[in-house]
């Protein structure tokens, strides 16, 4: 456990703290209740990340355990795959880009992305996903929870907004 304790320190401070920029920067937003789901998805996210900071840092400093349990930890344990830190990073990315790209423009290139980068290599399937998924969002936060969205760069260039 203790080789993958501290990188999982480390993401789990890296998700405290991206949890509390999360936090600090959708006070911006308008306090209609559009503050409500990002701030409650950064709690959500800091509590994860503090407990697994926790968690790692107890194993870290105990170092108690035994070497015939440590193998069958270490194999219950998921490795690391270069999927998962692009998911993230993309993850992290949408989010920052939902400002300037504007809510339809980034989940339309976020949801194919993603897509691509957990295995779905049919290119039909993603581009219905895509686009059912983005209407459907976007509708919903605009008609269903009147939540007033930014200004979006597809919908400019295309004149609909």
Known sequence: MSEKSAPDLLIGLGLAGLSFAIFVYSRHYASNGADVFPRGIAVIIGLFGLTLSIRSAYYLVTKKVRSSSKNNLEAALPEVRPEMIIAM??????????????????????????????????????????????????????????????????????SLQ
Not at 111 to 125: E, H, I
Not at 127 to 143: G, M
Request: proline content about 4%.
């Open 89 to 158: 990073i993309l993850s992290i990315v949408f989010v920052g880009s939902v400002e300037w790209l504007g809510f339809t423009t980034a989940i339309l290139t976020f949801v194919p992305l993603m897509s691509w980068v957990l295995g779905v290599r049919n290119w039909v399937l993603i581009a219905l996903v895509s686009v059912i998924f983005t209407a459907a969002a976007t509708w919903t936060f605009a008609n269903l929870l009147a939540i007033r969205l930014p200004p979006d760069l597809l919908g400019s260039f295309l």
